[in-house]
């Protein structure tokens, strides 16, 4: 399986590819290269929920500066599967969808101020005179926003691409990166937004989703995953913060899976007497541990040069090394 440090690179390569294409966007060349993206960032989206990378109670502050990136990988596979034509409308509300997540990770980790609204848009000709003309300000100021963060990441862009470059200049490219698509994505959204709703209501649209023989498409698999609907309802589509099963359904789960072993193959049964099992070491656990521990008294006190290599450089070690140091699987 692909690497994230590796697999990130080539999806920026990918979107210069689909943003610079001159020939026809319906060609099997262009839907070659979108199906491709699309896998790309499946494959991505797999590797983060993986490796949790993101939390609800962490701020950009507790990012890494190339774990900033990947914040915009929804982003980037809403983008991609805006640009198919097939099942357009499944790949509008997926789009959507990546978006709004996108959304509120820039939002949850303060790298910019709330960018989509989930109000409905209303036809460009039944908007007020006055609303017109904030409208266009408003589009003007996000243009030249966008301008100059376009400027910011040329410029920073060329001292990234050195051998040894300063982290707090690579972070900051990082972060300008966030916040250009942030722009981005502000402007696509409410043209996908007044599409979807044309889509809906075309009769055969209608037709094709009332249809029950009408095979299933692929199920769209979110970010990060809840237990079911209810919870994302509630709680939002969110980080690690809602359990999705108990300690006793996990193990129950992995010993059906045969990862772990039955509970009666290891231990002995439980006495009907009894209401809690104990568990006492063998008679050669104990030999064991009582040689081991003869042992080592035995070389202690003769001074084995060896034994006392070894005490002094775990002695050195500990100093060294804060107990739990170099530990980033219980980050928070």
């Known amino acids: 399986m692909d690497d994230l440090p590796t697999l990130f690179p080539s999806l920026l390569k990918t979107y210069q590819e689909v943003t610079s294409f001159s020939g026809s966007h319906s060609s099997d060349e262009f839907n070659a290269k979108i199906k491709r993206a699309c896998s790309l960032c499946e494959k991505a989206v797999d590797l983060v929920n993986c490796l949790q990378l993101f939390s609800k109670n962490e701020n950009v502050d507790d990012l890494s500066t190339t774990e900033i990136r990947y914040l915009i ?189 039955a509970v009666d193959s290891v231990l002995p049964p439980l006495n009907p007497n009894e209401t809690v099992r104990r568990y006492d070491p063998s008679d050669a656990e104990r030999k064991a541990d009582e040689k081991k521990t003869a042992e080592d008294d035995t070389l202690e006190d003769t001074d084995d040069p060896q034994y006392l290599q070894r005490a002094r450089a775990m002695d050195e070690f500990k100093d060294e090394h804060r107990r739990g140091s170099g530990n980033r699987m219980n980050r928070a």
């Open 73 to 261: 990988i929804p982003a980037l596979y809403g983008y991609f599967l805006s640009q198919r034509n097939d099942e357009r409308l499944q790949n509008i509300r997926t789009a959507l969808t990546l978006y709004k997540e996108f959304g509120g990770l820039c939002s949850s980790y303060g790298i910019c101020e709330p960018i989509l609204k989930d109000s409905k848009l209303a036809p460009a000709a039944a908007l007020p005179s006055n609303d017109a003309i904030l409208t266009r300000e408003a589009k003007i100021k996000r243009y030249k926003e966008k301008k100059a963060l376009e400027e910011k990441m040329g410029s920073l862009a060329s001292y990234v691409d050195q051998p040894h470059v300063d982290d707090e200049i690579t972070r900051e490219y990082h972060l300008t990166l966030v916040r250009h698509w942030a722009l981005l994505v502000e402007d696509e959204y409410p043209t996908l937004v007044q599409e979807e709703q044309i889509l809906s209501l075309s009769p055969q649209d209608l037709k094709e989703e009332t249809q029950s023989a009408a095979p299933a498409s692929k199920p769209f698999k979110p970010f990060i995953l809840t237990r079911n609907a209810v919870q994302a309802a509630v709680f939002g589509a969110g980080y690690p913060s809602l359990p999705t099963m108990t300690v006793d359904q996990f193990a129950d789960e992995q010993i059906r899976r045969g990862v772990f072993p």
